[in-house]
């Protein structure tokens, strides 16, 4: 590898290789090998169809393609558009038979950032990676992507909606400056409700618009509310929000414009909550301590496995916990085989004053500090700093009865 900022970019890409002509892959890929062997580079021999492509997405997923437009041409060009679809800040670089004026005008249309011509050789390639870094440089002199974390129940009546909405307010009461409560949730929905917020737009307005979408439109569509901004689900329940596939161009675009962005779903299960958790950087999978939710819990974790979303991106919190009623901590995680990353204290009467009022959990109390506890976990630079005095302390040592880090 001729070029030291190749060798310092190799680590940080994942790399895709496209191509149903297993002649090109066995000879692209050593030479791929050769400039990026920090790179994972993964192969595929057939042109995806959409339903596929989905399992690419979200933080896990390839950032640089290399797309054969020799094999099929038209569908090569169109599957451009479906990769940065579901992946857009994917980097791709097509694959050609040809120097064709037309064919690379139409790739580059479409958004392919890079072209080789056939046949490959070692400096044609060592050019267009030197000038992909070039282009990541750029980018990364941008304003920084927000945080996205995407609070789902295991079944209905877990308190999602409530954690997601109190976590919110806390992450914006720690110093976090631009703050989105988004429900994207198209059927059951209630954060305008736990919030006692109206608006005349909701999440479908940015999707119809995501072609055109810019902060002016985007400004038009959120409501404010305690220093925040909040995205609602429609009001109302109709045939549209059935056929709802991908939520990811809202999550991206929200990234742009706020440092932390919580998300509150529905269940993990369909292609549109599916989509919000690979969109998202952590997904905290919300369930009681009684059996039934937790069985829902397994059920959700197996099923967000099932569809190769990570894992360690996973955090299961239990809610509404009670030594005194359903099961332990220590039975719960010997029974799922996995971590409890964070206990929230039943504190039913403090929960339903602030239901009631529409506004967040005193902060004082013992769920409003867990939640500062699970912020705080979550997004380490938000803890406050350990002034020494006896009521820091007093909370530290309180925090600890409701809250491990993950």
């Known amino acids: 590898m001729g070029r030291p900022e190749l060798a310092s970019q190799s680590g940080n890409w994942k790399a895709l290789i496209i191509s149903p002509n297993p002649a090109l892959l066995a000879e692209f890929s050593p030479l791929l090998a050769q400039f990026l062997p920090s790179t994972p580079l993964f192969e595929m021999n057939t042109y995806p169809e959409r339903r596929g492509l989905v399992e690419l997405s979200g933080p896990q997923g390839p950032n640089l393609c290399f797309l054969d437009l020799l094999s099929d041409t038209e569908r090569a060009l169109a599957l451009i558009g479906e990769l940065l679809g579901i992946q857009p ?5 097509v694959l050609l038979s040809t120097k064709d004026p037309d064919t690379i ?64 307010h806390c992450f914006k009461r720690l110093g976090g400056k631009k703050v989105l409560l988004a429900d994207l949730d198209p059927l059951t929905g209630t954060v305008s409700f736990l919030m006692k917020l109206k608006s005349s737009y909701s999440f479908l307005d940015a999707l119809s618009r995501s072609t055109s979408l810019d902060a002016d439109v985007w400004r038009g569509i959120v409501t404010q509310s305690g220093g925040m901004d909040i995205l609602l689900s429609p009001d109302t329940v109709h045939d549209q929000l059935h056929e709802l596939r991908d939520g990811s161009l809202v999550v991206e675009f929200a990234r742009t414009l706020y440092d932390f962005v919580i998300v509150d779903a529905g269940s993990v299960f369909g292609e549109w909550n599916l989509s919000l958790a690979r969109a998202s950087d952590d997904i905290l999978l919300v369930t009681t301590n009684e059996l039934p939710a937790l069985q829902a819990a397994q059920r959700s974790l197996s099923y967000l496995a099932s569809n190769h979303v990570n894992r360690s991106r996973v955090k299961l919190i239990v809610n509404r916990y009670s030594k005194e009623y359903g099961l332990s901590r220590e039975v719960i995680e010997t029974a799922m085989q ?44 938000l803890r406050p700093k350990d002034s020494g005095s006896k009521k820091s302390s007093a909370l530290s040592g309180l925090l600890s009865l409701f809250g491990r880090a993950s």
Do not use: W
């Open 338 to 381: 996995c971590d409890v990353d964070h206990l929230l204290p039943g504190d039913y009467e403090t929960v339903q004053q602030a239901l009631l009022a529409g506004k967040a959990v005193a902060p004082g109390s013992m769920f409003g500090k867990s939640v500062a506890y699970l912020a705080s976990q979550l997004v380490p630079e």
């Open 105 to 168: 005008l139409r790739a580059m249309r479409q958004g392919a950032a890079e072209f080789l011509v056939h046949p490959f050789d070692p400096e044609q390639l060592e050019t267009a990676l030197a000038r992909l870094v070039s282009l990541q440089a750029s980018e990364l002199g941008a304003p920084s992507r927000g945080r996205v974390f995407c609070v789902f129940p295991a079944k209905g009546a877990c308190g999602a909606s409530t954690v997601a909405a109190n976590l919110a």
């Open 89 to 93: 800040g994917l980097k791709i670089v």
